[in-house]
């Protein structure tokens, strides 16, 4: 059995669909509330879905599970209440971790990009103590999976009890299909897809950065399949413990992104560059580019999808569609 939180998000709801074509015994905490959720999983429906409240009680039963993917977070940028955030990013992750650490079984999570800041420290995703003590988060989300990280190096440096496998994964720029309930943290290519529809020009921001152009601002944006390809190599290689970076090592400019969109439309790419909104200035990654070195040496070799190939993907497949839901 594998317990995914977060099982109705964005990424949680892609990796049911895959868990779903293995046949695999999936059980999903998450919350579907008033905002059609739902329809995340209307294609492969779960056999069992706990509410977050309900998950302490759940995990007392002990039931027979054997891997948790913990996805579930708090996960808006702009976040700011802080007790809401540690006690739903910081405190049930290490609930978890402790629980799993405890009856043996594997624990895998999602981490974030947003944990390098503003990328001054590098993109090194070395999980030792010193290496994650020099990163500086913008925002409090990005600083609460940064806390997470460094709670476990610190775990694991002690050598206190700790799951049969542990692995945490950074995820950076992600966009596909089932996001379409993130609010205003839904991918800029969604974004600038309904641009497009609307018959509107793709607005971009202006820079904030000296050096920097409009439009060049840059992000390693990763398709959702290379994401559930990152995911379950490691529910297939228990052996494969650590921190690792998931991005697909390339960083591509908003303005190549708006070009790819453009192409998947057939219509000419005319950009309109708008001020940066108050609440972004400061908080914002003006570049972000992994480094996959660690996570190939563990042994995932996965092609990654240009971002190209993974816009016009998104667009044909999807949000062109009737039903633009996997």
Known sequence: MILVTGGAGFIGSNLHAELNQRMADVVIVDELGHFGKWRNLHKHPPSEIIHPSDLTDYLATHPPIEVVVHLGAVSETTATDGDLVWRTNVTLSQELWHWCADRGVRFIYASSASTYGDGSAGFDDTPTIEALERLRPLNLYGWSKHAF??????????????????????????????????????????????????????????????????????????????????????????????????????????????????????????????????????????????????????????????LEDGVARYVTNFLNQPDPYR
Not at 164 to 179: M, S
């Open 149 to 306: 990280d460094l709670w476990v190096a610190r775990e694991v440096a002690a050598g206190r009890n700790r799951p049969p496998q542990w692995a945490g994964l950074k995820f950076f720029n992600v966009y596909g299909p089932n996001e379409y309930h993130k609010g205003p943290m839904v991918s800029v290519v969604k974004v600038k897809h309904d641009q497009i529809r609307a018959g509107d020009s793709i607005t971009l921001f202006r820079s904030d950065q000296i050096g920097i152009a409009d439009g060049e601002q840059a992000r390693d944006f990763i398709w959702i399949d290379d994401v559930i390809a990152g995911l379950t190599f490691l529910l297939d290689h228990p052996a494969v413990n650590g921190l690792f970076n998931l991005g697909t090592g390339t960083a591509r400019s908003y303005a190549d992104l708006a070009r790819a969109v453009c192409a998947a439309h057939g219509v000419a790419t005319e950009i309109v560059f708008v001020p940066m909104p108050d609440r972004l200035i400061g908080q914002y990654q003006s570049f972000t580019q992994a480094s996959v070195d660690r996570f190939r040496a563990a042994g995932f070799d996965a092609t990654f999808t240009s």
